[in-house]
Every structure is written in C-alpha cells, then in structure tokens.
C-alpha cells in the first residue's frame, strides 16, 4: 500500500521513525508529512493568519512549522501527487484513550484525512517513557497484513492503543468503546504575582475508570484496543425535550400580521 504517515510528537520522533522503518521493509511505499517539532494535545486546530513553511527533508519526507491538522491539510492540497491508500498518524508517545482524544492531535490529524475522503488509523502506546514502539509498529504491520484497513467506517478512523509491553505479551485484539479518565493536580502554579499567577497545565499521569468494553480496560489487560471513531456532533437524543420546549412555548411558529 501507498501510505502518508504524520504525528503530533514531531518529524524525528522515535514512533513515527520506526513505524516507517517496520511498514516500509513489510512493502508498503511511505510518505511522511509531519510537524517540524511536538504538538501534543494541539486536537483539530489549525493555523490561521499566519504563514507556514513546508521543508523536504528527503525523498518522500516533510515537515511542517505547524500542527498535525495543519500537515494533513498541505499534503492533501500541495503534496500528494497521486491518492495514498491509507493515512496512519502515530505512534504517539502516550495513550490516546477515553476523552484524550479531544484533545489529541494525533487522533485529530487521522480525523482530518478522514474528512478529505482517505482511511485513515490513529496509532497511540499507553506509556510516557521508555516506550516500546516496535511492539506496535510490528502489529501495525500485521493487522494490515490482515486486512484492517477494510473496516475503516465511511468518515471515520480506527483509534489503536496498545499496552506498552513486549510483542510476546500482548493477549489479543479487543473492539472496545471509549472510557473516561480524570487528571488531578492537573495545574500546577509556576510563580505568583501582585496580579496573578503563571501556570503549567499537566500534573499526575489519568486516573481511568476501568469500564467493561472500554479502551482502558483492554489496555490494562494487554489487549490491544481498536475503537472507531467518527465526528457526529448532533445529539439526537436531546431533540425530544427541546421539541417539547419549544412546543409549549410556542417558538416553532411565529404569527405573522
């Protein structure tokens, strides 16, 4: 397969490096179109108003002064010469589980390409450091091998997890849906002034809530999670109520004199 690989941890980030290496000696033709450095948690933004720099780095290699919706964006648009089969964003140093993927901008930039019309898979390893890639790249390759990319929904991604252990460890596949996680001691104060005070955002790592079916409970298990994913916003289930509202106030129809 021809396959656009892109991030939110950087261009020379160890995931996105190894991914290409493992994907690449499987067959499969790689072009990576990535941020020029990390931009985590940057979700679905996007830079307006200001220009952005794409650089060759190599044949079939990019980086963007931007974020992963901003990569996606350009290579879509300005880099691409012919359609690629698959887009892969990943694999992101930490877990893309439960509400994180709100704010991910690997599980955005994989969204994005999905909205242009391409399939597109979000790679995440549940581990802040001394992360264990080749694990996930090596099964990334053999769900691909499979056939994974067939059941990719119309308009929307498959969001991968994977436990952070060797490949011999790993217990399974697991479809699973999204969990919740909470963060305490989520700001810390850095220093205080007269008229207030700097912060940093980012404290102890999630505390998850191990839900039957959920991502977090797959990946505590040793399972790989699969979880797909699609931008619906409209909460139908809500339309009764308001209908009603409006109804007994009666909003729906205005009289004319």
């Not at 979700?43 to 990569?71: F, M």
């Not at 700097?198 to 809530?209: A, E, H, K, Q, T």
Request: glycine share 8%.
């Amino acid at each position: 397969m021809r396959i656009m690989l892109t991030n939110d941890d950087g261009v020379f980030a160890p995931g996105i490096r190894i991914l290409a290496q493992q994907l690449g000696a499987a067959g499969h033709e790689i072009l990576i179109v990535a941020p020029d450095r990390e931009r985590s948690a940057a979700s679905h933004s996007i830079t307006l108003r200001k220009d952005l720099r794409l650089k060759q780095l190599a044949a079939h290699e990019y980086c963007v002064d931007g974020t992963p919706v901003d990569c996606v964006v350009i290579a879509t648009q300005k880099v691409l010469t012919e359609p690629v089969d698959l887009v892969i964003s990943g694999i992101n140093a930490g877990q893309n589980m439960g509400e994180d993927v709100l704010y991910s901008g690997t599980v955005a930039a994989a969204l994005e390409a999905s909205l242009f019309g391409f399939k597109a898979i979000a790679v995440s390893i549940n581990a802040y450091r001394e992360q264990k890639f080749s694990t996930a790249a090596d099964w990334i390759v053999k769900l691909l091998d499979s056939g994974l990319e067939t059941l990719i929904p119309q308009g929307g991604i498959l969001n991968i997890n994977f436990p952070n252990v060797d490949p011999d460890q790993i217990n399974g596949v697991r479809l699973t849906g999204t969990g919740h996680r909470k963060y305490y001691n989520f700001v810390s104060i850095v220093q205080e002034y007269e008229d207030g005070f700097s912060y940093r955002i980012g404290g102890d790592l999630p505390s998850w809530d191990i839900e039957k079916g959920s991502d977090a409970e797959a990946v505590a298990d040793g399972y790989i999670s699969i979880t797909p994913l699609g931008i619906t916003l409209t909460k139908g289930d809500a339309f009764p109520a308001i209908l009603d509202w409006l109804e007994d106030n009666s909003l729906l129809q205005f009289e004319k004199d």
